[in-house]
């Protein structure tokens, strides 16, 4: 069976005429394909009115708690007054069975004053549970066959509250023996993102944006052909639309690129959506709900390389530079790991590290809320040293943007970053810092925050995403 399972984002469930266009899409593509799957996100804003109803219910704040859930129950029940007629009353109904369950759950949380992940988990997932029988019923009033689903039947996961991960075998057994049969009666089941269960069948959530993963857990574990993530723009995007106004959309990206954009801050994709379809060699594509004939960008394990080329430009902002400085740092072994080790205890993630071989610098890249306890665990940890004068002086470096150059074009290649030197020399910014991780499929440039819009824009004028003619192409590798 040739299966393709789509994801619908907040956007794109966000309101009834894009629910209506999700319709039209899901019949089209059920027309294309023997079978086809619909996972949801919470309508546009929903998670996060939760959020903050738990966080008021937790407060004490009963007014406001009761507030945001009128909020949120007309939200809902005008959605399902556009777009239901005959299943409205039971769609409703369903509707407000859930909305109840999150007012109790919130009482609990405010009399008692006390919130746990495990229930935050329960409240967060409401939203999903909503959208899903809203769009089911949506899609049945547009005669298609369908119905809806929990994932907690189907992804088993750990109880990493708010973060947990899918426990694979378990995930398949369910998933395939619930869904197995009712692809093979050619209905569409209709599932929420974001949410699953774990053995015992507590509720749990894989992280803010987890939708994207939920379709590609689902994707693997039903062996489909693609994984589709819809949203609202054309596709992954050379840069940033806002820096660079005449960003365009990348027709093919590989595995490895789109794990680097996604990391190094572009939204499209959740990261973890990757890894369960390359393992299976799935083929994953963005596409926008507003725009469904524009083909979008396709995720592939490996792209034709274009050679030399820079794809996308990606910036990540908000962060610190941290260097480590010393001449008795040389040869010393265990310094880094000890710094790193100190950077970790503080919760701080590193986003890029560059050591000169001279040994007497290391340097890294974190997130600037962290910085002031970064640099006095560092202090402590390496106090000795420092009485020593092995080393000289941790200093730090505030206002700082990393920008990333991507495409596997590069690997191997000389020149690319002459190139991009060269642009960003002609635009006279400094550049603070490099790395190029080992995958070569990016090199990063630390540069000060006030010069980095200048720099992707600079870096811009060197992405290709066209395949130029044959023989500037390498074989695929
Ligand atoms: N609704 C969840 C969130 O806003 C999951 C998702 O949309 O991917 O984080
Ligand atoms: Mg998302």
């Known amino acids: 069976m040739r299966l393709l399972v789509t994801k619908f984002g907040g956007t794109s469930v966000g309101s009834a005429a894009a629910i209506r266009a999700l319709a039209t899409i899901t019949a089209q593509n059920r027309a294309a394909w023997d079978g086809v799957v619909v996972v949801v996100s919470a309508l546009s804003g929903v998670t996060d009115s939760l959020l903050r109803i738990v966080r008021t219910a937790q407060s ?90 929990d994932a907690t039947d189907l992804i088993v996961t750990d109880d990493r509250y708010q973060d947990a991960s899918p426990l694979m075998p378990e995930t398949i057994e369910r998933t395939t023996g619930l869904l197995g049969p009712v692809l093979a009666a050619g209905s569409t089941p209709v599932i929420t993102g974001f949410i699953g269960a774990t053995l015992a069948g507590v509720k749990t959530t894989l992280g803010r944006g987890g939708s994207d993963w939920s379709a590609a857990i689902l994707g693997a574990a039903l062996e489909a052909s693609e994984v589709w993530i819809y949203t609202d723009v054309d596709g992954v995007l050379t840069a940033d639309p806002r820096t660079v106004p005449d960003a365009r959309v990348i ?13 190094f801050g572009a939204k ?76 970790a205890r503080q919760n701080a993630s590193i986003l890029m590290i560059s050591q000169a071989s001279s040994e007497q610098s290391i340097c890294c890249v974190i997130p600037a809320g962290t910085t002031a306890n970064v640099v006095a665990s560092l202090r402590q940890e390496l106090a000795a040293e ?74 811009h004028t060197l992405t290709h995403t066209e395949t130029i003619s044959a023989h500037h192409r390498a074989p695929c590798e």
């Open 268 to 343: 499209v994709l959740h990261p973890k959506t990757i890894r369960p379809v390359v393992e299976r060699g799935i083929a994953l594509r963005v596409k926008n709900t507003f725009n469904p004939t524009h083909s979008g960008t396709l995720i592939v394990q490996q792209t034709e390389r274009i050679v030399g080329a820079i794809k996308a430009v990606t910036s990540v902002h908000s962060l610190s530079l941290i260097t480590v400085m010393g001449r008795g740092m040389l040869g010393v072994p265990g310094i880094a790991a000890r710094t790193f080790a100190a950077i």
């Open 251 to 263: 027709p093919t990206l590989s595995y490895n690129e789109v794990s680097e954009l996604a990391y």
């Open 386 to 459: 420092l009485e020593r004068r092995d080393i000289d002086t941790i200093s730090v470096d505030d206002n700082v943007a990393i920008i990333t150059a991507v495409g596997a074009g590069m690997r191997g290649t000389s020149g690319v970053a002459k190139r991009v030197f060269g642009v960003v020399g002609d635009a006279e910014i400094n550049v603070i810092a490099i790395a190029q991780g080992s995958s070569e499929c990016a090199i990063s440039l630390v540069v000060s925050e006030a010069d980095a819009r200048a720099a992707v824009r600079a870096i």
């Open 60 to 149: 004490g704040d009963a007014v406001g708690v009761h507030e945001l859930y009128t909020a949120l129950r007309l939200r809902h029940d005008s959605t399902i007054d556009e777009l239901l007629t005959t299943e409205r009353a039971a769609v409703r109904k369903d509707v407000d069975g859930l909305l109840d369950e999150c007012a109790k759950l919130c009482e609990g949380v405010r009399v008692l004053g006390e919130l746990t992940l495990r229930t935050l988990d329960a409240i967060t997932g409401l939203g999903e549970r909503m959208s899903a029988r809203i769009v089911a019923a949506t899609l049945r009033e547009h005669g298609i066959a369908a119905s809806a689903y």
